[in-house]
Structures are given as C-alpha cells and as structure tokens.
C-alpha cells in the first residue's frame, strides 16, 4: 500500500514537472501554498528576577499550514507540534504538549453555495455569540471541527448554518454548536438603492449548545441558546453599529453556576471624513460568557469573544496594563478623535501632522439580591444568583485610559512619534486577586527615526512610565538600526522605581528578512506580566535565555 | 516513511514552482458592503500591491504611509494599485474607517475581521505585502517593515510592470 501510495506521489511530481516544462501551460493542476514558523526558547535560570530553567533545556513551538487549491475545490491542514510547550502558553498539566495534525479541512464552492468540511473558523456579527479564530501568540485556538454551508440566497442575502464540536488542544469538547447566521445587506438587494448615500445592513444570528451533564444538585440545561440581532445604518459620513446579543440560563464555572440569562450591548458610531475621524463606543454585557464546556475557564471553548473597546497599546510599557472584558459584568465607553493637521500650516508643517486622543474608561454594573438571604457576590450557585436593570453602570471602576498621540515627520528622514499615556488599573479585579488596589501609571513616549540615504534607518524608542503601585516606576530605552533586509536591536528595561531591588531586564538580537522568510534571534530577560493580542490575555513568566523564531510563506 | 515524505515534498516543491493564484475569499469594504477578493484584484494588466495590516500595528502605518507619500508617482509610473487588508478584529474594525479617513490614505481598503483572507494567503504577522502581476498571479512578497523597505517594493514593482525578472 505504502509502496503504491509513494508511486502514486512521484507520478505527481513528475505530472507537474512535465506541465511546467510545457510554456504558457494553463494552470489546471492546482496550487499548494502554506507557512512555516518555529519559535523556540532556550531558558536560563535567573533567580533575580524569578525565571526559571527547564528539564528539556530548550522549549520549541512549530506549527506548518499547507493548503491546496484548484478551482472551486481546496482543502488544507496544519501541523502542529509542542515539544514541549514554551512557557505561559496554555498547558495545564502538559495537555498541549505533542505533535500531530489537529486542522484539517476540505472546501468546495459553486455559485452561491459554499461547503466546508472538518476544521473551520467562523464570526457572526462582532462575535458576541460566536466567534471561533486562532491567535497562535497566545495559544489560542478555538477551531470549530464540523460541517459549515454558506450560501447567497439572493445578492445581498447570505445564509450560514453550522454544526460543530470545538478543538480542546488534541482533542474536542464536550459540547456541540449548532449556529444560524443571515444577514441582509439592503443595498445590495434592492438595485435602485445601489448608489443611496443611507446605506443599511442587518443580521441576526442563533448559537445553541448541546452538553448532557447529570449534575448531583442542580437540573442543568442540556441545551442553551443565544442569540442576536445586529444593524448597521451609514449615511454619509456617519456610521452607526449596533449589535444586541441575549444568552438563556446557563449555569457555568464562569457564572459560579446560576440561572440568570445573559445580555450584552455593543454601540459603535463613527463619524469620518478626509483629516478627520471620530469614533464614540459603549458597551454593557453581564453574564455572556458562552463555553461549549460549562466547567470550562481561562481561554478554553470559548463560543464567544466579548471585543474591548479600550485601545490596544503596542508600545511596551502602557501594555503592561492591558484591559480584558469582563463577562460576568461590566460598562465601557470610548471616545476617541483622530485628526490630521493639514500639510504647510504652522502646525501640520510640509507633511502634515497626524494627532490622536483617546479616551476609555469600564465599571462593574449595578447587581442587586435576588432575596435578603442571598448575596450577590460570590454568586450563589443555584439560584437566579442577582438581579440587574439593563445598561446599569455601577460604582466600581475596571478601568481608564487616556491617551494623547501626535506623529509626525520633520523631513524625509526624520520621523517620530510622541505618547502620554494615563492609566488606571483596578488590579484585583483584572487579575482576579484581592488586596493589590488599583493602579495608576502615567507613562511617557518618545519614538525618533532617522533615516539614511541606502535605505538603512535608525530608530530609538525612550519610554517611562511613573507609578506607585505595584512594581513602581520603569524606563526603557531601545535602539534600533535596520538595513535592507537586516535589523538590530538592543534594549534595557529598567525597574528603577521597585523597592524591593532594582531590575535590568536587558535583551540583544537581530533579525533577517528575506521576500516571505523571517529569521529573528535574540537573547536577553523578559518580565513576568500579561501578553494581551485582541483583546485576549495570557499570562507571560519572567525568563532569561535564547529566543529563536523562523518563519516563511511560501 | 522516508520516502513518503520525500515523494509528497517533491509534489508540494513541483506545485509551489507556479505563480500563485489570489484566493476566492469574502471580504467587507468600509461601507459595510460584502466583496470577493477575485473582484478587487483587477487592475486592467497593471500590478496590484496587496498589504496586510492592523490600526494597532506601528510598523504597518509606517508602511502604509510610506506607500500613501509616493502612490501618486507610483501609479503614474508603473500603474500600480495599491490594497489593504486590515486584520483588526471587533475590538478595532469599527474604527478602521474613521482611522484610514483621519490619515488621508487614498488607497482602497478592506476589512478580514475573522482572518479568513489572512489564512488564504498564509500571513502569520502583520505586515505582510503580496505583489500581484498584470495576470493577477502572486509573483513577490515581503514580510514585515523595516524602514526604506518601500524603496525596494517600488524597484519590484517597476520591474513587474514592465514585465522584466524581479532577480
């Protein structure tokens, strides 16, 4: 079998070849493309600033996608392997550790109807019933592993239907999916509408759960449903985004096991013209968190994803404190302004100046008991647990975020960037422990380029963030030189401020770039803290040691 | 086993000496409108530029400025159209439009909130930039932005649209 099987890929090959061979062949064959990466860490014990060694020496985490299309027909699969898994990725007890094919899938379109078979993602609306994706930087991958049809019932009219089980590392939940989406893009289908400057979409989706549980106490629901309905109204240069989501009882570790249904809100207006945008966001959601496993926690099986609307900070020191939704509850809101000075006025200079202000801020909401016997915190399982009024903002805040941006470019060589950042950080709360207190961090940014006539550059990055709390003050300095092709970096971060000791958290490294191909290595000490991609967070350890990443798409 | 491999690398090798086709993948203008990545790719025989980006990715804007500063010599030059492809889930696909308006970009863009384009094309990080040829076949790409990297993209696409070697 094996032998045949072999003889059956060379003729492939050589089919291929030949087909090569023949100039301006049409491309009838199929294509295969895919990526590569490999991140690896070789870890150094460190007990200043609390990092630890391995027994492997060194932790590799590979993964290799490879799909193959032809026509209306493609299918593909990952391969993915953990040996073992670095640290701060989810792994409780070793569970992600392995190798093995754990994505594999096959899709066939015509016309209006497209089947996909095996692994797929999928996001109806802004996701707030159901969204299923990968973020591989946190070790995310809530891969739906099933049956999808999607199909345009008329143009502007599509239809999405699904059933699934969820990836849970190797293996599936327990839960199954079955999920209905449709939207309708009024434009679209009505021709006469086609150039309206009011423009119009709604959607609605439906997500039912299936787990059997026979639970010693409490009559579980085998079967929870959620649903939603979402509406997108732009005229001109406003834009309204609206999308309401409502979740039956649904007993679960996040929700300590009580019977009150769920609801979120998410609003998103906008207003947008050339120089000039602006964006107001509120959101309310108590109790939405949607698992395909109700005794599920941290980032396993999630159905849903409950968006931040908090801004997502990239620059090293205001991501130290980074927001993560609150499913059980809670309000937020943001403004944010975004403007361009315009080119050759005093302030906007021969480039224009490009100016940011962004303002968020999140509280708990407003719970009340169910009876005089019942708390409301901690929920009692069992129970309805509390009660809420709708859109009800309560006293405690999560979180707040102002933030001033302005960019701009002196000349062709000279860029830069400056940052002031204030933040507030209810600690206990968004790390799930008690006594810390909150924190309030002011931090400062200054981003210079200077770039050279061969196309090399030289970037330098100062950054101090002044705090009292916590680990106290940090300032960071990093320099970066880059030619075509090539980078080098070099950075000291520096804990002046702790008053237990005062920590260097240095690192060293260059990288290659080559068409689709990275290579990076670094050396140098990482601070135990919070990763957050998306909105999403995971926990990062100090360590000190030998980082080395490969990636390539081909 | 041995030979297994060897035979399926030989294939996958054989397969991947194609210029490589855009995937049929749908994609959201920033009306709010459902499009097909096949129906945006066509540039009349002229080279489209295809790049990935996020609102929260400084190298991204970087690039994407550098591109916007010189799209007007650009396309007078080589014809050249320019995309992009923002990867910004619901945290931040809402402010992409007042975002894009606000930096004066006059390039067309798209949003890929779930990372079903990104997945087509095998993107890992952002930014990641396709260069199309006339046919619409993937004929150059190049991962990440380092700065003065845009002056190497335009000898690219110079040399594409007159239909030379990029080597």
């Avoid at chain 1, 898994?85 to 569970?95: A, F, H």
């Avoid at chain 1, 059933?163 to 199954?176: E, M, S, T, V």
């Avoid at chain 1, 980074?322 to 943001?334: I, L, R, S, V």
């Avoid at chain 1, 400062?444 to 009292?468: P, R």
Wanted: hydrophobic share 35%.
């Amino acid at each position: 079998m094996k032998k045949i099987f072999t003889l059956f890929l060379n003729l492939a090959g050589l089919g291929i070849f030949s087909l090569l061979a023949q100039e301006n062949t049409e491309n009838n064959s199929g294509q295969i493309t895919g990526n590569f990466q490999t991140d690896a860490q070789y870890y150094i014990e460190d007990q200043s600033i609390g990092a630890t060694a391995v027994k492997e020496y060194m932790l590799v985490n590979s993964w290799a996608n490879f799909i193959y299309s032809n026509q209306n027909f493609s299918a593909g699969f990952r391969y993915e392997g953990y040996m073992n898994t670095l640290l701060g990725y989810p792994n409780s007890g070793g569970i992600n550790d392995g190798i093995g094919i754990p994505f594999r899938w096959a899709m066939f379109s015509k016309d209006d109807l497209e089947i996909t078979v095996g692994n797929f993602y999928e996001q109806f609306g802004n996701g707030l019933v159901l969204r299923s994706y990968e973020e591989k930087m946190l070790g995310i991958d809530n891969a739906l592993d099933g049956f999808r049809i999607k199909y345009q019932l008329h143009k502007g009219i599509n239809l999405t239907g699904l059933i699934a089980k969820q990836r849970y590392y190797w293996n599936h939940g327990p839960g199954i999916i079955r999920g209905f989406d449709g939207t309708i893009q009024i434009n679209e289908v009505f021709q006469s509408l086609e150039e309206s400057s009011l423009r119009l979409n709604i959607g609605g989706s439906f997500v039912s759960k299936f787990q059997h549980e026979d639970h010693p106490l409490y009559n579980l629901p085998d079967n929870v449903a959620a649903m939603s309905g979402r509406i997108m109204i732009r005229y001109k240069n406003f834009d309204i985004n609206s999308e309401y989501a409502y979740k039956f009882n649904d007993p679960s570790l996040d929700n300590s096991y009580i019977f009150k249904p769920g609801q979120a809100l998410l609003i998103n207006t906008s207003y947008a013209k050339k120089g000039l945008g602006i964006v107001l966001s509120t959101k309310w959601v108590d109790n939405m968190a949607f698992r395909s496993d109700r005794n599920a926690s941290l980032t396993d099986l999630n159905i849903n994803q409950l968006p931040e609307i908090t801004k997502n900070h990239i620059y090293v020191l205001p991501a130290f404190y980074p927001y993560a939704t609150q499913p059980n509850g809670e309000w937020g809101a943001k403004a944010e302004i975004m403007y361009k000075i315009p080119k050759n006025t005093l302030l906007g200079g021969k480039y224009g100046t490009n100016v940011s202000l962004n303002y968020s801020r999140a509280h708990d909401i407003k719970k009340t008991q169910i009876n005089d016997s019942t708390p409301v915190f901690p929920p009692a399982s069992g129970t309805y647990g509390y009660n809420t009024k709708f859109f009800s903002i309560g006293d405690k805040l999560y979180f707040q975020d102002i933030n001033f941006e302005i960019s701009k470019k002196w000349s062709k060589k000279i860029l830069s960037n400056f940052s002031y950042v204030y933040l507030i950080y209810n600690y206990d709360v968004l790390r799930g422990i008690t006594g810390h207190g909150n924190v309030y961090a002011h931090i400062g940014i200054v981003d210079m380029t200077y770039k050279f006539e061969n196309s090399s550059a030289l970037k330098t990055e100062i950054q101090h963030m002044f705090t009292k709390q916590d680990e106290g003050s940090w300032v960071l300095g990093m320099i970066e030189y880059s030619l075509p092709g090539w980078f080098f970096t070099v950075f000291d971060n520096w804990n002046y401020g702790n008053p237990e000791s005062k920590k260097h958290y240095y690192s060293i490294g260059f990288g290659h770039i080559s068409g689709g191909t990275r290579i990076q290595l670094s050396y140098g000490k990482q601070r135990a803290g919070v990763m957050c991609i998306g909105g999403v967070c995971r926990n990062v350890p100090a360590s000190n040691g030998v980082f080395v990443s490969i990636s390539s798409t081909f | 086993m041995n030979k297994i491999i060897l035979s399926l690398s030989l294939v996958i090798f054989a397969l991947s000496m194609f210029a490589q086709d855009v995937p049929a993948v749908q994609l959201k203008d920033l009306n709010g409108k459902t499009v097909n990545t096949k129906s945006i790719i066509n540039n009349n025989g002229k080279p489209v530029l295809i790049s990935f980006f996020a609102t929260w990715c400084k190298p991204c804007i970087k690039e994407l400025n550098a591109f916007n500063e010189n799209y007007d010599d650009w396309k007078e030059e080589t014809g050249v159209r320019i995309i992009a492809i923002s990867t910004d889930n619901s945290r931040s696909s809402n402010s992409v439009g007042p975002f894009v308006k606000s930096k004066g970009w006059e390039f067309d863009v798209y949003l890929d909130e779930n990372g079903d384009f990104k997945r087509a094309m095998n993107v890992g990080e952002v930014p990641h930039t396709f260069l199309l040829d006339g046919k619409g076949k993937i004929v150059w790409q190049h991962k990440t932005y380092l700065d003065g990297d845009e002056n190497k993209t335009f000898d690219v696409i110079k040399k594409v649209s007159k239909g030379q070697p990029i080597k």
